[in-house]
């Protein structure tokens, strides 16, 4: 069996057909993704990323990876969920009023309990 290059009928017809499969909003969804890798990877980095034939399905893995990506970082921070009062928290945890009243050998046992 020989192997010939695709002619650039063949090669349009392919990235057309790729496409097709990422429906109407396929300019939007690609620029999305281009946009994702150059303000991840920076400017270089994302363009070579980004360059070349896309296939609908780095596409849609890429746009599972930024969805993924989002998730992560709308999720509040730890610190954003101490308690902000004088009450401990069921994990054992003390406000900030509680922690800065404690005297420093308190605190020592109080950061190695946490850290357990």
Do not use: W
């Amino acid at each position: 069996m020989s192997m010939t290059e695709p002619t650039q009928a063949e090669l349009d017809a392919a990235i057309a057909a790729e496409r097709a499969k990422l429906g109407a909003n396929v300019d939007a969804r690609v620029k999305a993704v281009q946009d994702f890798l150059v303000a991840s990877a920076g400017e270089d980095a994302g363009r070579a990323i980004a360059a070349g034939p896309v296939t609908a399905s780095q596409i849609q893995g890429f746009e599972r990876l930024m969805s993924d990506f989002r998730s992560r970082s709308a999720a509040p921070s730890p610190s954003a969920a101490a308690p902000r009062d004088n009450r401990a928290a069921d994990d054992g945890r003390v406000g900030e009023e509680q922690y800065s009243k404690m005297s420093n050998a308190e605190r020592l046992d109080y950061a190695r309990r946490m850290s357990r």
